[in-house]
């Protein structure tokens, strides 16, 4: 993973290729997203089937300690590869939440799952992180292999909504081949956890669309 940067105020200006992010020159790494906490700026990134994290000291390195969030371990993560990986960092009242891929990417059972962080020390991954035992978001009988997702809000006047953006297939067993890219509205539940129902096309109620 490398860092382009544009030091002018248009974002359209030109860019300076800062290089390998310093600190994983050595490292197999993918997938890589920020997350600011308390004031630092934290960098979560995949290795060979599972996230990692660590903090960083300018926007192209790391420093300090590297933590692991942990091998596939329930039953969803593994239906095809033991695999986690793809974070996504979501945050509502005083969650964080990492939405994740699990399974091998090119399997119709490539889906989400979540981690979730409601405080104490963010780098204690085993004991304050709670990761869900089963998916929040998975194939249907007509949508295959939903994952690897990102997060966006629309505006539309006073309102507010909360969109996934997510690759998924038409056909079973298409692999990486037959991927569309889908965007789609979900929703938060009393205790601020997201509620993304199920992937879905072709139902104005859900705001679906394939891209």
Same mark, same amino acid.
């Given at each position: 993973?490398?860092?382009?940067?544009?030091?002018?105020?248009?974002?359209?200006? !030109?860019?300076?290729?800062?290089?390998?992010? !310093?600190? #994983?020159?050595? !490292?197999?790494?993918?997938?890589?997203?920020?997350?600011?906490?308390?004031? +630092?700026?934290?960098? #979560?990134?995949?290795?060979?089937?599972?996230?990692?994290? $660590?903090?960083?000291?300018?926007?192209?390195?790391? /420093?300090? !300690?590297?933590?692991?969030?942990?091998?596939?371990? &329930?039953?969803?993560?593994? +239906?095809?590869?033991?695999?986690?990986?793809?974070?996504? @960092?979501?945050? +509502?009242?005083?969650?964080?939440?990492?939405?994740?891929?699990?399974?091998?990417?090119? $399997?119709?059972? &490539?889906?989400?799952?979540?981690?979730?962080?409601?405080?104490?020390?963010? =780098?204690?991954?085993?004991?304050?992180?709670?990761? $869900?035992? %089963?998916? @929040?978001?998975?194939?249907?009988?007509?949508? =295959?292999?939903? *994952?690897?997702? /990102?997060?966006?809000?629309? %505006?539309?006047?006073?309102?507010?909504?909360?969109?996934? @953006?997510?690759?998924?297939? #038409?056909? $079973? *067993?298409?692999?990486?081949?037959?991927?569309?890219?889908?965007?789609?509205? =979900? %929703?938060?539940?009393?205790?601020?956890?997201?509620?993304?129902?199920?992937?879905?096309?072709?139902?104005?109620?859900?705001?679906?669309?394939? @891209?």
């Amino acid at each position: 993973m490398c860092v382009l940067e544009n030091k002018n105020d248009n974002p359209i200006g !030109r860019y300076e290729n800062k290089g390998i992010i !310093r600190g #994983l020159e050595n !490292r197999w790494n993918i997938d890589g997203t920020i997350l600011e906490h308390e004031g +630092r700026l934290l960098f #979560l990134w995949s290795d060979c089937g599972r996230i990692y994290m $660590s903090e960083m000291d300018s926007p192209y390195s790391i /420093s300090g !300690r590297i933590v692991d969030f942990g091998p596939a371990k &329930y039953e969803f993560e593994m +239906r095809c590869g033991k695999v986690i990986e793809a974070p996504a @960092v979501l945050k +509502r009242g005083d969650k964080i939440h990492i939405v994740y891929s699990a399974n091998n990417s090119k $399997s119709d059972e &490539y889906c989400l799952g979540i981690m979730t962080f409601s405080g104490g020390d963010i =780098f204690d991954t085993e004991n304050c992180w709670k990761r $869900s035992e %089963t998916p @929040v978001f998975e194939k249907t009988d007509k949508i =295959f292999g939903p *994952g690897h997702c /990102s997060f966006t809000t629309v %505006t539309d006047g006073d309102e507010e909504d909360d969109y996934i @953006v997510y690759h998924a297939n #038409l056909e $079973s *067993g298409s692999g990486w081949t037959g991927r569309h890219v889908w965007i789609q509205r =979900f %929703t938060w539940d009393e205790d601020d956890m997201p509620v993304f129902g199920r992937p879905s096309f072709g139902n104005a109620e859900a705001d679906i669309k394939a @891209v």
